[in-house]
């Protein structure tokens, strides 16, 4: 018995009210408002037009609506993971390079709010999109073949070319293939988008094959002297995690973060010290700190994870290739690792030290597997008391790594022992789980972290007895809900013997912690060039006019 003319009219409403939803959804979370209901989605007029002429059984009907339905829910599921992507990283996600940030994203979330909320939040996701699937799947079967044969079959067939014409002609428009002379009253958003994370993937695969050329020539390749300039000092990069401009441009952190600064300026200077700060900007905000690494060690844009891949296969010299070639010994001081890490033997590296190599026997502090100032700590005691010569070091801190909680506290250098003295301060205040619920504490939370780090840093500098040549920069700005900005920048300090930061003044950078609000940011692949020109009499001519 079939259905009154009521419940199938409500039906056909339902089914249609979802595809205007499914069509109309953003792909920013800022954007999912009441308002964003009130779009005309033109591809609606095409799909019910479109469904209403086709026959209602047989295998071309049901392959049509099996494409319609994926065609929908995977770009609902693609404009979700953009909104996710745009909140965390402050980019669209790119399906081309992005899929590996599906694990790295769970591991976070099962470090911030435990494994079981962090799968049931996953099994959840998978059961939507499926419930979303085989309702679309439902939706398509209530129009499907609507419109009786003969003449309405026709008109409808009709109805949807014409509607397909319009669709297609405004999304012509606003990718500027051509000028529509009339603007229909709508929008075929859901069109665009595809169009454009189609578009998106096949740039980055033309890029990518750029970015292989440019990997391949390398300024320093045949350099002569390098590095002599640095005097026999030590040179130790260190990356400060999540370190951005906001630290200087948002109210809710610059006046902690700039106080620590000053006082660690005057500190400094009191030790005979020098110090110049600037700008640098990251290839990505919100994590990824690999990315940067590589960035600076290659003097490459490595933007993404095949990028990654592209500079490990090549034969382009990192930074610590060269400072091995110039008498250094290179190590790599990496609490982060926990896991093998193949890849740094083509860095650059004669030490490797993930955390299990750093002797720390005290409990962890949620993500971050021990405070800062044990891993600068384990820097002296594994490295640089241990070689004779002069050492190159790459150091990434950890402690102001989300999920910030809890934040340690700065304790005698000569008590560090093994790292259990911390045990106290890791079992402190509350669980992460519970400090973000609060986004006001999470941000309180990461405040307080890259304090901690930039006390931390500043402190290990200001109580060496032979100093170093140091680089101490941000990895990357946090996330735009944490950092509140949308800036790339990172701010960079070189800090060391006046004669040699000396060397360094044709930058035009701020004397001082603080770098000038007002001064030119570099993009990050430029630092490694013109860092060795600086410190190598043999620099090659082309490397010193290095774009700023």
């Known amino acids: 018995m079939s259905a009154g003319p009521v419940p199938r009219l409500a039906g056909l409403a339902a089914a249609a009210a979802l595809f205007h939803v499914v069509l109309v959804l953003p792909d920013r979370l800022n954007a999912v408002t009441p308002q964003a209901l009130t779009l005309f989605p033109l591809e609606l007029p095409v799909l019910l037009a479109g469904l209403a002429v086709l026959r209602p059984h047989g295998w071309a ?12 829910a995977s770009s609902v599921a693609l404009r979700l993971t953009d909104m996710g992507m ?93 000028t529509a002379p009339l603007r229909p009253p709508g929008d075929p958003f859901a069109l665009c988008s595809t169009v ?94 690999w990315l940067s690494h590589a960035t600076l060690g290659t003097g ?91 050492v190159m070091a790459q150091v990434a801190l950890v402690s102001s790594h989300a999920p910030w909680v809890p934040v340690p506290d700065m304790i005698d250098w000569d008590a560090l022992g093994d790292g259990t003295v911390f045990a106290p301060q890791a079992a402190r205040g509350d669980p992460p789980e519970v400090v973000w619920r609060d986004r006001d504490r999470v941000r309180d939370q990461y405040r307080l972290a890259i304090d901690y780090s930039l006390t931390a840093v500043l402190d290990y500098a200001a109580r060496q007895d032979e100093a170093a040549l140091m680089v101490v920069l941000g990895d990357h700005q946090s996330a735009p809900m944490i950092s509140q900005s949308d800036s790339f920048d990172v701010p960079v300090h070189v800090i060391g013997p006046p004669d040699v930061v000396a060397q360094f003044d044709a930058w035009g950078w701020t004397p001082g912690l603080v770098p000038d609000a007002k001064l030119s940011s570099w993009p990050m692949d430029a630092f490694r060039d013109r860092f060795l020109s600086v410190l190598s009499s043999g620099a090659p001519a082309q490397a010193a006019g290095l774009r700023p």
Request: aromatic share 10%; no cysteine; proline share 6%.
């Open 61 to 72: 009907a049901a392959v049509l609506r099996a494409a319609l339905v994926a065609w929908l």
């Open 196 to 289: 454009t994370q189609t578009a998106r993937m096949v740039t980055t695969l033309d890029r990518m094959a750029d970015f292989r050329r440019a990997a391949r020539e390398d300024p320093f390749a045949d350099a002569g002297a390098v590095l002599d300039r640095a005097h026999g000092r030590d040179i130790l990069i260190v990356f400060v995690e999540s370190y951005g401009r906001s630290s200087f441009d948002v109210p809710l952190y610059a006046p902690t973060h700039t106080g620590t600064l000053r006082d660690g300026e005057a500190a400094l200077a009191a030790r005979g010290l020098a110090m110049r700060s600037g700008w640098l900007t990251a290839p990505m905000v919100g994590g990824q700190s």
């Open 300 to 390: 490459l844009w490595v933007s993404d994870q095949p990028r990654y891949a592209a500079a490990l296969a090549s034969r382009r010299q990192w930074l610590f290739h060269l400072g091995q070639g110039a008498g250094f010994h290179t190590a790599a001081v990496m609490p982060a690792i926990t896991l093998a890490w193949p890849e740094a033997e083509k860095m650059g590296f004669d030490t490797i030290l993930p955390a299990a190599e750093l002797g720390y026997s005290g409990p962890r502090f949620n993500w971050a597997t021990m405070p800062d100032q044990f891993t600068l700590d384990a820097l002296d005691r594994l490295v640089r008391d241990r070689v004779d010569g002069p």
């Open 86 to 178: 745009r909140s965390a990283y402050n980019r669209p996600f790119n399906p081309a390079i992005d899929l590996h940030l599906i694990p790295a994203g769970m591991n976070l979330l099962t470090t911030s709010v435990g494994a079981v909320a962090a799968w049931a939040a996953l099994a959840l996701v998978v059961a939507a999109l499926a419930v979303l699937a085989a309702a679309l799947w439902w939706a398509t079967g209530r129009w499907a073949g609507l419109a009786p044969r003969g003449v309405p079959r026709r008109l409808a067939g009709g109805a949807a070319f014409i509607a397909a014409l319009v669709a297609a002609g405004e999304a012509g428009h606003r990718f500027g293939a051509w």
